[in-house]
């Protein structure tokens, strides 16, 4: 017979087959009945730190009936219910290939209520191992940390989502050890390939303005693509960035909402920039201030101007491969050296704080090296006077010293 225990501290029986078994009320279905939580020992003993154990992870908890869903049936409802709705159509179509390829052939088939952070855990170490579906020449089966922590923010959100939705009392991809990521050091054009990109440009006029904005603005990608005449006020001279293009799932682009909140921001342009946009305004033929070339009624598309950078670099001289978000580096890291400061440049990238930005597209160049050197040389000089440097000091005092 049931031996009751006192309120909140769950029911203990012994079974049939001699082992103890404790359950708690840790929910309740859509018509009433409870919903039980089960765990079972040898013995008595052995049993209560286990029940006390789940009294602890399920306190202020109240489960609905779909707790013993699988993930793979979570994960098809939170892609369809929750994440759709809010995240873009390129996000989603990534989002789902993780599903389909890493999680759902290993922990699919595992009840939401039972997965523990040990499963996950090892989930992405397997990954790390033997993750890839086709091997890699170079890496083999090894998927890349990258990928992992990105799985892993999928996960996570899904997961903190099952919470919300009171399928599960916790989310046990919390406090997880992720793979880290090897950060390479992010290229910039230097001053003399700076110097060489921009004669490039000058041949055609169409590129030469689209990359001379991107260089004095550090605009990303898809939100250069996605400017307007209407975000343009000529008079002032700043350009309002409000939208960004991105990639649709069947393909081609379509105009969005910006990375972050903070991406929607006013920058006032340096008097140049304003004059090369007042000169293409005068010509404008459409809406878009980098119409395509060939449809003047759509904007020019980041692909497009992808493989014209890349052109653009051949020409230049520049063999070594720099992507878009190169050019963005190049902007950020020389406007900082050049004394702007990190919170105007961290409203003018659109980052939501200013650590961000010096922690991400800040780099130190050969030629700031340079140009740090020669800045300490003379002011030390300034100090010390040419003739007589404060090395030679030392050296002069270690000879009076030993004669």
Same mark, same amino acid.
């Given at each position: 017979?049931?031996?009751?225990?006192?309120?909140?501290?769950?029911?203990?029986?012994?079974?049939?087959?001699?082992? !103890?078994?404790?359950?708690?009320?840790?929910? +309740?279905?859509?018509?009433?009945?409870?919903?039980?939580?089960?765990?079972?020992?040898?013995?008595? %003993?052995?049993?209560?730190?286990?029940?006390?154990?789940?009294?602890?992870?399920?306190?202020?908890?109240?489960?609905?009936?779909?707790?013993?869903?699988?993930?793979?049936? !979570?994960?098809?409802?939170?892609?369809?219910?929750?994440?759709?709705?809010?995240?873009?159509?390129?996000?989603?179509?990534? *989002?789902?290939?993780?599903?389909?390829?890493?999680?759902k052939p290993r922990l699919g088939s595992k009840k939401m209520n039972s997965i523990t952070a040990v499963d996950i855990q090892r989930m992405y170490t397997k990954l790390m191992k033997e993750g890839r579906v086709r091997e890699h020449p170079e890496h083999g089966r090894a998927l890349s940390a990258s990928t992992v922590r990105r799985i892993h923010t999928m996960l996570h959100r899904a997961l903190e989502d099952a919470v919300k939705a009171h399928i599960i009392p916790r989310n046990p991809a919390k406090g997880l050890t992720l793979p880290k990521v090897d950060d390479p050091?992010?290229?910039?054009?230097?001053?003399?390939?700076?110097?060489?990109?921009?004669?490039?440009?000058?041949?055609?006029?169409?590129?030469?303005?689209?990359? *001379?904005?991107?260089?004095?603005?550090?605009?990303?990608?898809?939100?250069?693509?996605?400017?307007? !005449?209407?975000?343009?006020?000529?008079?002032?001279?700043?350009?309002?960035?409000?939208?960004?293009?991105?990639?649709?799932?069947?393909?081609?682009?379509?105009?969005?909402?910006?990375?972050?909140?903070?991406?929607?921001?006013?920058?006032?342009?340096?008097?140049?920039?304003?004059?090369?946009?007042? %000169?293409?305004?005068?010509?404008?033929?459409?809406? !878009?201030?980098?119409?395509?070339?060939?449809?003047?009624?759509?904007?020019?598309?980041?692909?497009?101007?992808?493989?014209?950078?890349?052109?653009?670099?051949?020409?230049?001289?520049?063999?070594?491969?720099?992507?878009?978000?190169?050019?963005? +580096?190049?902007?950020?890291? +020389?406007?900082?050296?050049?004394?702007?400061?990190?919170?105007?440049?961290?409203?003018?990238?659109?980052?939501?704080?200013?650590?961000?930005?010096?922690?991400?597209?800040?780099?130190?160049?050969?030629?700031?090296?340079?140009?740090?050197?020669?800045?300490?040389?003379?002011?030390?000089?300034?100090?010390?006077? %040419?003739?007589?440097?404060?090395?030679?000091?030392?050296?002069?005092?270690?000879?009076?010293?030993?004669?």
């Open positions: 017979m049931a031996k009751r225990r006192p309120s909140g501290d769950g029911m203990v029986r012994k079974r049939e087959d001699g082992r !103890w078994e404790g359950r708690i009320v840790v929910g +309740h279905k859509e018509d009433g009945d409870p919903i039980f939580q089960y765990v079972l020992a040898p013995t008595q %003993k052995a049993l209560l730190p286990k029940l006390h154990q789940n009294i602890e992870t399920f306190r202020d908890v109240e489960l609905c009936g779909d707790n013993r869903m699988t993930l793979a049936q !979570w994960l098809d409802r939170w892609l369809d219910e929750y994440a759709a709705p809010r995240l873009r159509e390129s996000t989603m179509s990534g *989002y789902r290939m993780y599903t389909e390829q890493y999680i050091t992010k290229r910039v054009l230097t001053d003399r390939e700076l110097d060489k990109f921009m004669e490039a440009i000058q041949a055609d006029p169409f590129w030469r303005d689209f990359f *001379y904005t991107e260089l004095t603005t550090g605009l990303r990608r898809g939100e250069i693509c996605a400017l307007q !005449w209407q975000d343009f006020d000529s008079q002032v001279g700043t350009l309002q960035v409000s939208r960004t293009l991105h990639k649709k799932a069947g393909g081609g682009f379509e105009a969005g909402e910006t990375k972050t909140g903070k991406g929607k921001r006013k920058i006032l342009l340096p008097q140049s920039t304003a004059d090369v946009l007042r %000169k293409r305004q005068r010509k404008a033929l459409g809406e !878009w201030i980098f119409s395509d070339l060939l449809r003047p009624e759509r904007p020019i598309s980041p692909d497009a101007a992808y493989r014209r950078l890349k052109s653009l670099l051949r020409e230049a001289g520049i063999t070594e491969s720099i992507p878009f978000h190169g050019l963005r +580096h190049t902007f950020a890291t +020389h406007a900082l050296a050049s004394g702007v400061d990190a919170k105007t440049l961290s409203g003018i990238l659109g980052h939501t704080d200013a650590a961000f930005t010096l922690n991400t597209y800040t780099h130190v160049t050969d030629d700031m090296q340079r140009q740090a050197s020669v800045i300490v040389g003379n002011f030390m000089e300034d100090i010390f006077g %040419k003739e007589l440097k404060p090395w030679q000091n030392a050296e002069n005092g270690a000879k009076e010293a030993s004669t």
